[in-house]
């Protein structure tokens, strides 16, 4: 756990604004992955990486971006084209036959 | 696409009783099968997990068992502790596939002294 960060912990958007969340991760790990999770619900699939400069849409990708430019990062962009994003956002990362490893999250807010 | 579905959303137990929670999915190929525990605001923390070629599995008082030809797998907590209340959650993964990890809706379990 303690080798997958995310930034910032509370993050508030405003209407129409564009925001970026951050994950980093020290593990070494070539899969990264990007969750939401809505108050009293389970996680769902945003976007997923498998290696570098490569990543796939998951279920609910539509209003989200990624890019996976270095193997330690894996920044969420949540645009304006999400209606409803607020929710909190976990990223997870994956290496061998390790399990998933999850970041903190960071809990996002529209004001 | 890939599903999990888990039961109950909720249970309720008494302090040293037992604890069992139930999934059910829809990849006959998945075989990779975690376990997560999380607790309020915090990040889901992997508790134990299954391969699909081991029926079942035990780490202390958690045990997880599997029946791949059901396409079942299930939590089995047991001395049940006020310490074990979060929520749970199952997940399925195939691997060489999607590769995605698909979770189930969670189990809030309440364990009162």
């Known amino acids: 756990d303690g080798g997958i960060t995310q930034s910032p912990k509370y993050l508030f958007r405003k209407e129409g604004q564009n925001v970026t969340l951050s994950c980093e991760q020290n593990?070494?790990?070539?899969?990264m992955y990007w969750y939401r999770q809505d108050p009293g619900q389970g996680l769902r699939l945003i976007y997923y990486?498998?290696?570098?400069?490569?990543?796939q849409k998951g279920d609910i990708a539509e209003g989200y971006s990624v890019s996976r430019e270095k193997k330690e990062s894996f920044p969420l962009t949540v645009t304006s084209a999400q209606k409803n994003p607020t929710a909190f956002y976990l990223c997870?990362?994956?290496?061998?036959?390790?399990?998933?490893?999850f970041g903190p999250g960071t809990r996002l807010t529209v004001l | 696409g890939e599903n999990v579905e888990q039961h109950p959303s909720t249970l309720s137990v008494q302090e040293g009783d037992s604890a069992v929670i139930k999934c059910t999915y829809s990849d006959s190929a998945s075989n990779y099968f975690p376990w997560y525990k999380q607790e309020l605001g915090k990040r889901p923390q992997l508790i134990i997990d299954i391969r699909s070629n081991v029926g079942e599995k035990k780490d202390q008082r958690i045990a997880v068992t599997l029946n791949k030809t059901a396409k079942h797998f299930s939590l089995h907590i047991t001395e049940t502790q006020p310490e074990d209340s979060a929520v749970y959650f199952c997940a399925a993964y195939t691997s060489g596939g999607y590769n995605k990890l698909i979770f189930g809706a969670g189990t809030r379990l309440a364990v009162h002294p």
């Open positions: 990486s498998q290696i570098v400069n490569d990543f």
């Open positions: 593990l070494n790990h070539d899969a």
């Open positions: 997870a990362s994956k290496g061998g036959g390790a399990g998933w490893f």
